[in-house]
């Protein structure tokens, strides 16, 4: 039921690496770290509420 | 059952992870993060069951609730600083892992403090 979430990331992430390799031939070399950057943080922030939610359940079942 | 529903995801996030690794090292991170995630949340159910059993008997046997919430609190610390742990070994940084291993040591023996010493005052008691 959570699969689509680690789908969506797999996919960000291949996507990324057509991207670079797209920049690399069309010779806009500097633009590739600013590329990986945004993907990068395109999947952090689609994976920060997960990680919250998993440190409320984790609080509330171990009585933190 | 639940434990092929687990195993599936495990196996798929691997295979995800050791695909995206030569291209994209960051991003097979977070697939592992989100991996771990994603299991846990599946056994919540049983893990909040048997917590609450252990509830019930420590009320039963009137234990106090002071040492059952500590005990818990420790495993849950365990569990955490394991999981991140792990993680940062597979990023290949041990040496941070080590460190928050460490953070978990110690926080847990700030935690066993207080039954630490309520056992040694009981032992000192007995003593003649």
């Known amino acids: 039921m959570e699969l689509e979430l680690i789908f969506r990331i797999a996919a960000i992430g291949i996507l990324l690496s057509i991207v670079n390799s797209i920049l690399e031939k069309s010779d806009k070399k500097e633009l590739i770290p600013l590329a990986n950057l945004t993907g990068i943080i395109i999947v952090i922030i689609m994976l920060v509420p997960h990680i919250r939610e998993f440190f409320d359940t984790i609080k509330t079942i171990f009585l933190f | ?128």
């Open chain 2, 1 to 128: 059952m639940e434990i092929m529903q687990i195993v599936g995801i495990g196996l798929l996030a691997a295979f995800i992870a050791v695909i995206l690794k030569p291209v994209k090292p960051e991003i097979s991170i977070q697939v592992s993060i989100a991996a771990g995630i994603i299991i846990f949340i599946m056994l919540i159910g049983k893990i909040s069951s048997v917590v609450k059993l252990l509830e019930t008997y420590n009320k039963k046997a009137n234990i106090d609730m002071v040492y059952f919430s500590t005990l818990l609190k420790i495993v849950g610390i365990a569990y955490i600083s394991e999981f991140a742990a792990e993680i940062c070994k597979d990023a290949g940084e041990s040496a941070i892992a080590s460190k928050i291993e460490l953070g978990g040591k110690v926080i847990i023996v700030v935690l066993a403090i207080p039954i630490v010493t309520s056992l040694l005052d009981l032992i000192i008691d007995i003593m003649p």
